[in-house]
Antibody, heavy 120, light 112 residues
């Protein structure tokens, strides 16, 4: 079945980087963009950016410019979210979700979430 | 950035009764193609968000028909015709019209 499976929880120190993976299965990876959304404790959902896995093109929220990259491994159908210069405010659950390329049907499949804790 | 607001922020409901959540955007979400770029998501306790409604009024695959979405350029509504116990959770509206996509603060729905 269609699913996005994310990597496990991470604990990082301030200033470090984290790389979260999102493995797609059950559909053609290049036919959907991958979006990243995070949720800090008690906060609303926050959109971070998106990537077209087929072309490598994407767009990032200006809030994360310079700290966020969204690489991918098309041969393995995996998208990544890499966030650097971590601070305590980056403690959150990070989700990946897919959006169809040719027509907008919403963020219709989500990963299970990856908890990232930033603490000294 | 487009700011999304919701009301109420907390909504106690009685199973079998209707419920309604409002969402307002700081800019019109009506695009030139005639579609209203607002989605609704439900985050059940301990789970990832799940898509309920996209482009204002289209139910996602598998979503019961007791859920419906409507609205104009800046004011939108999610309605549940008869609340079921499994509908508890936090409901978010989101605008995908322009980046950064932005979410409302969420409406927590629980049983009375």
């Amino acid at each position: 079945q269609v699913q996005l499976v994310q990597s496990g929880p991470e604990v990082k120190k301030p200033g470090a980087s984290v790389k979260v993976s999102c493995k797609a299965s059950g559909y053609t990876f290049s036919n959907y963009t991958i979006h990243w959304v995070r949720q800090a404790p008690g906060q609303r959902l926050e959109w971070m950016g998106w990537l077209n896995p087929g072309t490598g093109y994407g767009k990032l929220s200006q809030k994360f410019q310079g700290r966020l990259t969204l690489p991918r491994d098309t041969s393995a159908s995996i998208a990544f979210m890499e966030l650097s210069s971590l601070r305590s405010e980056d403690t959150a659950i990070y989700y990946c979700a897919r959006v169809k390329l040719d027509y907008y049907y919403g963020l219709d499949v989500w990963g299970q979430g990856t908890t990232v804790t930033v603490s000294s | 950035d487009i700011v999304m607001t919701q009301s109420p922020l907390s909504l106690p409901v009685t199973p079998g009764e209707p419920a309604s959540i409002s969402c307002r955007s700081s800019q019109s979400l009506l695009y030139s193609n005639g579609y209203k770029y607002v989605d609704w998501y439900l985050q059940k306790p301990g789970q990832s968000p799940q898509l309920l409604i996209y482009l204002g009024s289209n139910r996602a695959s598998g979503v019961p028909d007791r859920f419906s979405g409507s609205g104009s350029g800046t004011n939108f509504t999610l309605k549940i015709s008869r609340v079921e116990p499994e509908d508890v959770g936090v409901y978010y509206c989101m605008q995908p019209l322009q980046t950064p996509f932005t979410f409302g603060p969420g409406t927590k729905v629980d049983l009375k």
